[in-house]
């Protein structure tokens, strides 16, 4: 059984940091993707960051570029996001996706697997 575990959310003030890690188990990540999307209260999931199978190529949606920085290690069978300069508007669940692909991808219909989300809250 694949499970990915997501874990680092918690409450800051605007303009803070948090770093969210996504353990996968059952399955083996190093030739695989990864991503993270984003569910603010309300709205649907979008889109945040992915990296490639070997971390070459990574991939962020506009409104957290320069803020956001995904990564892998993948002797941990892990990958991460780095939260910085956070605003009110990134709170919400924040959800890892195992994609099907070595490639980055943005589409949820790419991703095989997920985990269950973590929270994050931004106090302005």
């Known amino acids: 059984q694949v499970q990915l575990v997501e874990s680092g959310g918690g409450t800051v003030q605007a303009g803070g940091s948090l770093s969210l890690s996504c353990v996968v188990s059952?399955?083996?990540?190093?030739?695989?993707?990864m991503a993270w999307f984003h569910q603010y209260p309300g709205k649907a999931r979008e889109f945040v960051a992915a990296i490639n199978w070997n971390g070459d190529v990574t991939d962020y949606a506009d409104s957290v570029k320069g803020r956001f920085t995904i990564s892998r290690d993948d002797a941990e069978n892990a990958a991460f996001l780095r939260m910085d300069d956070l605003k009110p508007e990134d709170m919400g669940a924040y959800y890892c996706g195992f994609c099907q692909w070595s490639r980055v991808s943005r589409l949820e219909s790419d991703m095989r697997y997920w985990g269950q989300g973590t929270q994050v809250t931004v106090s302005s």
């Open positions: 059952g399955r083996d990540i190093s030739n695989q993707a």
